[in-house]
């Protein structure tokens, strides 16, 4: 299920081209995984930042799994930066 995706958009009233719409899309994604990622980097262990840094070629899937598995709070982490994105898209809206 897509997070950020044209029904979001249509619900706060928003008319946007579908390349604007691609675009902060893609911003949206990559700002959301960046973060995730910084988030997750300070809850790992050194020796679990190492196992991580040797999962770049496992699936996604994987590695869903090994985080799950390693970092207790990691749905958490990954809500919380959702809420705090979608907040300042629509601060930035008005």
Do not use: C, K, Y
């Amino acid at each position: 299920m897509a997070i950020f995706d044209r029904t979001l958009i249509n619900e706060l009233g928003i008319e946007m081209s579908d390349q604007d719409f691609a675009l902060l899309s893609e911003h949206f994604d990559t700002t959301l995984r960046t973060r995730v990622t910084q988030e997750l980097v300070a809850e790992l262990s050194p020796e679990q930042a190492e196992q991580l840094s040797q999962m770049q070629n496992v699936s996604d899937d994987q590695l869903l799994q090994w985080l799950q598995a390693n970092v207790h709070n990691f749905r958490d982490i990954v809500s919380d930066e959702i809420d705090i994105l979608l907040g300042e898209l629509a601060d930035n809206l008005e």
